[in-house]
């Protein structure tokens, strides 16, 4: 079955439940490795989260490539913990670790349903220079268009997931608001459409999710973060997520 199936012929639900990482959820061993990042050179200013660069594997990494922890984000547009993530530990991890360059950030989408890959389309239409915004910016406001499409019946719902790929996500993007939403920032609705349109971003989307839990079996959902390439345990909240990157960095 092609990735672009999988969520064109799937019901398109809202699955906001059980996204954020279970207490007693154990990490596979399984490691992964970081995504392969040419040098990349430093900012005039000396500030490294001016530096965002598309990897290999999907997603955008901000701060310098080399540096020596390497911390990875699976991150769900829809995922209500994603956006709690987001709002608490976004600024100090970037203050405190990316910025200096001691530890550079990979956010990888991980797509739960059509609705989250709409919202993922929208939020890389600009590439990597506005990425990061779009992404903040959308997690900000997911109360918002969460509330719009949770107002979708399950006949609609049924209707949107039988479209083929040029026409589900543009819907989706209609009922959400999105096109107008990434309009007054700075995205202009005739490139949102065809971005929304793109079928080979779509599967590129479907395969960083594919990837993500064929290299962890026992991924604990959204957000998941791995160091160094390996999945940890219990970090999906900023407290835990930066004793474990003090740890790593030997202080």
Same mark, same amino acid.
């Given at each position: 079955?092609?990735?672009?199936?999988?969520?064109?012929?799937?019901?398109?639900?809202?699955?906001?439940?059980?996204?954020?990482?279970?207490?007693?959820?154990?990490?596979?061993?399984?490691?992964?490795?970081? /995504?392969?990042?040419?040098?990349?050179?430093?900012?005039?200013?000396? #500030?490294?989260?001016?530096?965002?660069?598309?990897?290999?594997?999907?997603? %955008?990494?901000?701060?310098?490539? +080399?540096? +020596?922890? *390497?911390?990875?984000?699976?991150?769900?547009?829809?995922?209500?913990?994603?956006?709690?993530? #987001?709002?608490?530990?976004?600024?100090?991890?970037?203050? $405190?670790?990316?910025?200096?360059?001691?530890?550079? %950030?990979?956010?990888?989408?991980?797509?739960? #349903?059509?609705? #989250?890959?709409?919202?993922?389309?929208? /939020?890389?239409?600009?590439?990597?220079?506005?990425?990061?915004?779009?992404?903040?910016?959308?997690?900000?406001?997911?109360?918002?268009?969460?509330? $719009?499409?949770?107002?979708?019946?399950?006949? &609609?719902? *049924?209707?949107?997931?039988?479209?083929?790929?040029?026409? *589900?996500?543009?819907?989706?993007?209609?009922?959400?608001?999105?096109? *107008?939403?990434?309009? &007054?920032?700075?995205?202009?609705?005739?490139?949102?459409?065809?971005?929304?349109?793109?079928? /080979?971003?779509?599967?590129?989307?479907?395969?960083?999710?594919?990837?993500?839990?064929?290299?962890?079996?026992? %991924?604990?959902?959204?957000?998941?973060?791995?160091?160094?390439?390996?999945?940890?345990?219990?970090?999906?909240?900023?407290?835990?997520?930066?004793? $474990?990157?003090?740890?790593?960095?030997?202080?």
């Amino acid at each position: 079955m092609k990735p672009t199936m999988f969520l064109t012929c799937a019901v398109a639900v809202i699955a906001i439940a059980g996204c954020k990482p279970k207490a007693g959820d154990a990490a596979t061993n399984t490691t992964a490795p970081t /995504a392969s990042v040419g040098p990349v050179a430093r900012p005039a200013n000396g #500030d490294w989260s001016q530096a965002v660069t598309p990897t290999p594997a999907g997603g %955008f990494l901000m701060g310098d490539p +080399k540096a +020596k922890v *390497q911390l990875i984000e699976y991150g769900s547009m829809t995922c209500p913990h994603c956006r709690e993530f #987001d709002e608490t530990g976004m600024q100090p991890l970037v203050d $405190k670790y990316v910025k200096t360059g001691r530890v550079s %950030f990979e956010f990888r989408n991980y797509v739960r #349903d059509p609705f #989250d890959l709409a919202g993922a389309l929208i /939020a890389r239409c600009n590439g990597a220079k506005g990425f990061f915004p779009l992404t903040r910016a959308m997690f900000k406001d997911q109360p918002k268009w969460m509330a $719009k499409l949770q107002t979708v019946a399950p006949e &609609q719902q *049924q209707a949107l997931a039988a479209l083929g790929p040029d026409r *589900q996500f543009v819907e989706i993007a209609k009922l959400a608001g999105f096109q *107008q939403w990434a309009a &007054q920032r700075g995205l202009p609705s005739a490139k949102s459409s065809t971005c929304l349109t793109n079928e /080979a971003e779509v599967n590129r989307l479907v395969q960083m999710t594919s990837d993500a839990t064929e290299q962890f079996p026992q %991924f604990p959902g959204t957000p998941a973060f791995t160091l160094n390439g390996e999945l940890l345990e219990q970090a999906g909240t900023w407290p835990a997520l930066d004793k $474990k990157l003090g740890e790593a960095l030997g202080g």
